[in-house]
C-alpha cells in the first residue's frame, strides 16, 4: 500500500513538473532592450497593417506596431497619450523614437478588438496632427510629451 501511494505521488510530482515547465515554455517574453530579440523581430511581417500579433501566452496577446506610420513626433505622442486612456492595451516599449513597438493585451479582449483599436488611435493621431497647426502642436508637445529626445 505504500509502495502504491509512494509511487502515484511520484506521478503527480513528474505530471507537475512538466505541466510547469511546458507552461513556462509557452511564455512570450516581450524585451524591446534585447538587441537579440529587436533582430528576431526586425523584419516580423506586418502584412501592410499597423499592427499585427506577434505572439501570444495563456495570459497575453503581444502586438507589433509599425510606427513608421505616424508621421513625426506630435502623431507618435499623440497616439500613445491615446492609448493610456485604454485600459485594455498596455505599452511594453516606450521608445517612441523606434519604428516599431510593442503592446500587450489580455487574451479575454479578441484580436480584432484590439487591432480595430489600435487602428483607431492611428486614426485619431493622425487627425489631430491635419487639425492643429504647426505652432499648437508645438505648444501640445511642450505641455504634453514625457519622452525624452
Known amino acids: 500500500m505504500m509502495k502504491r501511494l509512494f509511487f502515484r505521488a511520484l506521478i503527480l510530482l513528474s505530471l507537475f513538473t512538466a505541466a ?3 507552461a513556462k515554455a509557452q511564455q512570450f517574453n516581450v524585451d524591446p532592450f534585447d538587441t537579440a530579440f529587436n533582430r528576431k523581430y526586425a ?22 506596431l509599425d510606427f513608421s506610420l505616424l508621421a513625426d513626433r506630435f502623431t507618435r505622442i499623440y497616439f500613445m497619450n491615446l492609448s493610456f486612456k485604454h485600459p485594455e492595451i498596455v505599452n511594453v516599449d516606450p521608445d517612441i523614437a523606434k519604428n516599431r513597438i510593442w503592446f500587450l493585451a ?14 483607431d488611435l492611428k486614426k485619431q493621431a493622425a487627425e489631430a496632427a491635419n487639425r492643429f497647426s504647426l505652432t499648437e502642436q508645438a505648444k501640445w508637445l511642450k505641455e504634453n510629451d514625457k519622452y525624452k529626445q
Do not use: H, W
Open 20 to 22: 510547469t515547465t511546458v
Open 43 to 64: 523584419f516580423f511581417d506586418l502584412k501592410g497593417s499597423f499592427a499585427a500579433v506577434a505572439g501570444s501566452d495563456e495570459r497575453n496577446n503581444y502586438f507589433l
Open 106 to 119: 489580455s487574451v479575454k479582449y479578441p484580436e480584432k478588438q484590439i487591432l480595430d483599436l489600435l487602428s
